[in-house]
């Protein structure tokens, strides 16, 4: 977003950012939700080795799940991210 933005593609910043919204506001459902989507995003990009909780997190059901893995998959795609993942350093 931020290097399509500093290109001064807006239009291409806008689409990325709307695309994005749906997942971040889902994800954002709590604490352990956020940060355990984050964690199994950077284990899928290879930057973690591990997407381990401390206890006592609580973990997503089936539902959430699928809901991530379809997010996955999407991104895999590119779809919803620019190549790179969430942490690009073009960022």
Do not use: I
Request: hydrophobic letters at 45%.
């Amino acid at each position: 977003m931020s290097s399509s933005r500093r290109a001064g593609d807006y239009g291409a910043a806008r689409r990325l950012f709307d695309e994005l919204t749906p997942f971040l506001s889902w994800s954002m459902q709590s604490v352990d939700l956020s940060v355990w989507c984050a964690k199994q995003a950077l284990l899928h990009q290879g930057v973690l080795a591990s997407a381990a909780l401390r206890e006592p997190a609580t973990l997503p059901d089936a539902v959430m799940r699928h809901e991530f893995e379809t997010f996955l998959q999407q991104m895999d795609a590119g779809a919803a991210l620019p190549a790179g993942g969430m942490c690009s350093d073009a960022d």
